[in-house]
């Protein structure tokens, strides 16, 4: 944890300086999760701001401060899928309509190594945007939160509220799911298929 | 990224999706919040606050005037509703005492009737001593 129990215990005791220094330890993290999973940079920091309100007013029903993180994954991912249900669009960002001939000319003209780097970048984020945006909100979130944030089968089971088994289910067939986009975004773009 | 796999299989698939993701982990940018995040997180919460307890307010009042309405309606419906005829005493209270006594006083005069009607008994005279 970013922060000790007793402040956690603290802020829901209702400290404000130590529901500041939550948001303050959290909010680079919550940041991040959010922007990858709702994919709209502008809108990153009102959600944020949207889960630490939520934190605010639920708070006084976490029993146990040693899964602050989790409930805090968890109160994210709803205020995201909120988001994303309000908006019903998919993240801006997607695949370039360039042809594969045009992104490797365009690659050739690229001066300094940083700029290919920062190409390679932003080509491999709309891929996966394009890809992820092929599949329900609810495997992307899964997928992300698992493979992408990096949280563990034990810390999704406290964030998803259902058991191990039933999280390695769901995960199969996210991925089974992605696999038949990919297939599909493949024969829609045989052009791009190069690419990846 | 531009590896040729057959996404035909499986183990292929999931490993170049594992590669996919890493690569996406490392080219997300890390946003950093902007420099009024928190006064402005705590002017939203307490607009939330101020707001629910208007809101909060507001239910106590429309409760209280539901109720006052229930309470006026069950006081209309209870004045409409029709009555026993009430009992009015239009003579005064010593009209009422005199009739009140009559069935006494028929009795009364029965009875001095019947006394006056029935033959008095012969009382034997009282001997007198002559000696």
Redesign the interface.
């Known amino acids: 944890m970013l922060v000790d129990v007793e402040t956690v215990e603290r802020a829901r005791d209702g400290d404000a300086a130590a529901f500041t220094a939550l948001v303050n330890a959290y909010r680079r993290r919550v940041l991040g999760t959010v922007a990858r999973l709702i994919g709209r940079p502008d809108d990153v920091e009102d959600v944020a701001q949207e889960v630490f309100m939520r934190l605010y007013d639920s708070l006084g029903q976490l029993r146990h401060p040693q899964i602050f993180e989790p409930w805090l994954y968890r109160l994210t991912t709803n205020a995201s899928l909120d988001f994303l249900r309000k908006r019903k669009r998919r993240p801006e960002s997607r695949m370039s309509d360039l042809s594969e001939q045009q992104v490797l000319a365009a690659d050739a003209r690229v001066g300094t190594e940083s700029d290919r780097d920062d190409r390679e970048k932003k080509r491999v984020r709309e891929f996966m945007n394009e890809l992820l945006g092929q599949v329900s909100e609810q495997d992307r979130l899964l997928l992300i939160l698992k493979e992408v944030e990096g949280l563990s089968l034990k810390e999704l089971e406290s964030v998803y509220d259902v058991n191990e088994n039933a999280l390695k289910v769901r995960l199969f067939r996210a991925r089974q799911r992605v696999l038949k986009a990919f297939a599909a975004l493949r024969e829609q773009a045989p052009l791009r298929k190069g690419a990846v | 990224?531009?590896e040729?796999f057959d996404?035909?299989d499986?183990r292929q698939?999931?490993a170049r999706?594992?590669e996919?993701?890493s690569?996406?982990?490392?080219?997300?940018?890390?946003?950093?919040?902007?420099a009024d995040?928190?006064p402005?997180?705590w002017a939203?919460?307490e607009n939330?606050q101020q707001f629910q307890t208007v809101v909060a307010w507001r239910r106590w009042a429309e409760a209280f005037l539901s109720l006052a309405a229930a309470a006026s309606l069950l006081i209309v419906l209870l004045q409409g509703a029709p009555q026993s005829t009430p009992v009015y005493y239009h003579s005064t209270y010593l009209d009422q005492l005199s009739e009140d006594a009559g069935p006494e006083r028929m009795l009364l005069q029965e009875v001095a009737l019947a006394d006056a009607q029935a033959p008095m008994p012969r009382v034997p005279a009282p001997e007198v001593n002559r000696r």
């Open positions: 990224m531009k040729q996404a035909r499986p698939f999931d999706l594992d996919w993701f690569a996406y982990r490392d080219a997300c940018p890390q946003p950093e919040p902007s995040f928190m402005r997180l939203r919460i939330r």
